[in-house]
């Protein structure tokens, strides 16, 4: 019985993710498949520093002073084009293993400090360029490109002003620097040093500009470009990337780094400015290696998720500026930007606004169109139902559904056992030769949960027809295949560990704790919160045998058996598809070799499964459970000893052949059977 590695990860039900077929993710496996780019332009945005009073002033009536304190980020384009995989346009949403999760209008309020209550910034884009450049400008530029201007041309000329300047030389400073501001980094563009005009007619009246929703206009970009981005084809991402980049660290800790340095000063700042300071990334696999985040993002911990990471003590800390549209928050209706159109869609991430989630409601199906050849649309008039929905953005607040269950991990249960079937269930690649920089796990609990489903199956036909003594060989026969090749699967981490472990999250934080609701075990729908164990606490192999939940929709919250229904099995809990197979310690002072480690050997045979004859103590066979070279274990620093064997029972002792490489188990390759020198010792005892 073969396994299947590519065993499908899903979507079961394709009546959510329609878009499965073109979406990136199908071709994560294919070759020469390359990541997302993420671009933000203008590395010179924190270095235009804005200290004219009189242009602060500007800014602060036209909503872009905040946003000025916010400095350009480093972005983590591993992380960024992880989650971008993950991205699904059908939901405006980060389909993530917990649940879905994304940017909303409340994130973009505390961290950019942008206004996401007012009108939409929408017009017409087709006017004199010229005449209205040295109106609002002052001056001409000199190398206008469909529309577009250079954005060092605004650094060049409008970056150092007197002190005394006149007024209409202010203005036209702060005008400049606004649309420096756009171009760099909330609504950048694939040409990479041009920003459009059209955005300098909305700036002639700074007032009138600061009743705009910005913030919503840049949320409706940014999801437009994560849209795009996440379908096959693309190779790059151009939207507000320090938001993005900033929202991952605050929800999804994978990949987090350290702040070091004195705190900056968070006075009438934006909560993103927090990390306008020195960040250490030396104790995180970071940067280059996508590999790593797929394969975290695959079985991340809900330690690792914070859904509700702005508590009412840092919301106290904010300027009241970025609290003002919080009534809005959770309106699910329409973002508009021009010729954009998105939907904003809180009702599906409920548990970041500290809600219990409940099934959303289908999408609404927009039609997605381009301003290309459509120079002179008026997109007021054009998007006028949108627009309209817009302006009926509080009637339509998301609210937690009457019908949910109080019980959080009851309701919960629910939510996740449906969405198990129309979700992306994992993205990483089948691990061959894994970096000893982490230790993938994505691909193991695959097999991990081949194996059981298989082991399950075949037990239980069993209980229900009592068998033949061969029928009962041949299906515990099958059961151990299955599970030896899951063992053959783990990867190779060496027992000292490595120096970008430093904990399970690989991260130098750690686990950092969950607000969320508790956790609960679905089967094959992954738990949140399942212990680890010892070897002394697993129970006999006579404890009673369950049935998996089914995965589809219970017809009612009360369809999902309560704690009390359920016979107790509080001695061990199963996290499936998450690895959790318990722990092991070795101590520091023992050091533990691959040489002195010998496996005892499978032989298959048509029909049948059987080891030679040999003894294999105890603490090798412990080894066996978790892996057969090395130790491939979650918890790297909780193992259990494992007793060398001493040179005189080699004898006893018979090679499984999984040795890497050539002679005695070193140098290239995975071979199976290659210890040769071994195997010729034990042929002449």
Request: glycine fraction near 8%; charge should be negative.
């Amino acid at each position: 019985m073969e396994m299947d590695v590519q065993e499908d990860p899903g979507p079961i039900d394709l009546l959510v993710l329609s878009d499965q077929d073109r979406h990136r993710s199908s071709y994560v496996r294919s070759e020469g498949y390359t990541p997302v780019q993420f671009t933000e332009h203008g590395r010179k945005l924190n270095t235009w520093t804005v200290e004219h009073p009189g242009v602060i002033e500007h800014l602060r009536h036209a909503g872009f002073f905040y946003v000025s304190r916010l400095r350009r980020v480093q972005l983590d384009q591993a992380l960024l084009g992880a989650l971008i995989e993950r991205w699904r346009r059908e939901t405006q949403t980060f389909h993530l293993r917990h649940g879905e999760m994304t940017v909303t209008l409340r994130d973009v309020a505390i961290i950019a400090g942008l206004r996401v209550d007012g009108e939409p910034v929408t017009g017409r884009v087709s006017f004199d360029l010229l005449h209205t450049c040295e109106l609002l400008l002052g001056i001409q530029p000199d190398d206008v490109v469909t529309g577009q201007i250079r954005l060092e041309w605004l650094f060049q000329h409008f970056r150092h002003i007197p002190l005394d300047a006149p007024a209409a030389v202010v203005a036209a400073s702060a005008r400049a620097y606004i649309l420096f501001q756009i171009g760099c980094s909330l609504f950048p563009n694939p040409t990479g040093y041009r920003v459009h005009l059209k955005w300098l007619p909305l700036l002639e009246d700074f007032d009138f500009c600061g009743g705009l929703a910005w913030g919503a206009a840049t949320l409706a970009h940014l999801y437009r470009a994560l849209g795009n981005a996440s379908m096959k084809g693309k190779a790059e991402c151009c939207a507000f990337g320090t938001l993005l980049q900033i929202w991952a660290w605050d929800y999804i800790h994978i990949g987090r780094p350290d702040r070091v340095g004195a705190p900056p000063d968070l006075h009438d700042c934006p909560l993103g400015c927090r990390w306008n300071m020195g960040l250490r990334f030396r104790g995180n696999v970071r940067a280059t290696d996508i590999e790593f985040y797929r394969d975290e993002l695959d079985q991340q911990r809900e330690s690792q998720v914070t859904w509700m990471p702005y508590t009412e003590d840092v919301l106290i800390g904010l300027p009241a500026f970025c609290l003002e549209g919080s009534a809005i928050w959770r309106s699910r209706t329409s973002l508009i930007c021009y010729h954009i159109v998105e939907l904003h869609l809180p009702d599906r991430v409920l548990r970041q606004f500290g809600l219990l989630q409940h099934i959303p409601d289908p999408v609404e199906a927009i039609q997605r169109i381009t301003s290309q050849g459509r120079s002179g649309e008026d997109w007021a008039a054009f998007h006028a139902p949108y627009i309209q929905r817009w302006a009926d953005r509080l009637e339509h607040i998301a609210e937690q559904s009457p019908f949910v269950d109080p019980d959080p991990i009851r309701a919960t249960s629910v939510y996740m056992q449906w969405y198990w079937g129309i979700t992306r269930r994992w993205i990483s690649r089948p691990v061959q030769r894994p970096p000893l920089t982490f230790l993938p796990r994505g691909n193991v609990e695959r097999r991990l949960v081949y194996a059981i489903r298989h082991a399950v199956s075949g037990i239980g036909h069993l209980m229900d027809d009592p068998p033949e003594p061969t029928r009962m060989i041949d299906a515990l026969a099958h059961v151990r295949w299955d599970l030896e090749s899951v063992l053959e699967s783990l990867p190779t981490l060496p027992v000292t560990g490595h120096s970008d472990v430093s904990s399970p999250t690989f991260g130098a934080h750690g686990d950092i704790p969950s607000t969320s609701t508790p956790a609960y075990d679905f089967g094959d729908i992954p738990s949140t919160s399942a212990p680890t164990y010892g070897f002394d606490d697993i129970p006999s192999t006579s404890m009673p045998a369950y049935d998996f939940p089914s995965t589809s929709v219970p017809i009612h919250p009360s369809d999902v058996p309560s704690t009390s229904d359920v016979p107790s099995t509080s001695e061990v809990q199963f996290d499936i598809p998450s690895a959790s197979i318990p722990p092991f310690e070795i101590p520091s002072t023992s050091e533990v070799r691959r040489d002195d480690i010998v496996y005892q050997r499978r032989r298959r045979r048509r029909g049948h499964i059987g080891t030679q004859e040999g003894i294999l103590p105890s603490a090798v066979e412990q080894g066996m459970e978790q892996i057969v070279e090395g130790i491939a274990i979650e918890h790297i620093d909780e193992m259990h000893v494992i007793e060398p064997v001493q040179p005189e029972m080699e004898h006893d002792i018979h090679i499984r052949g999984r040795s890497r490489g050539r002679g005695r188990g070193r140098g290239r390759g995975r071979g199976r059977g290659r210890g040769r020198e071994h195997r010729r010792g034990m042929e002449g005892t």
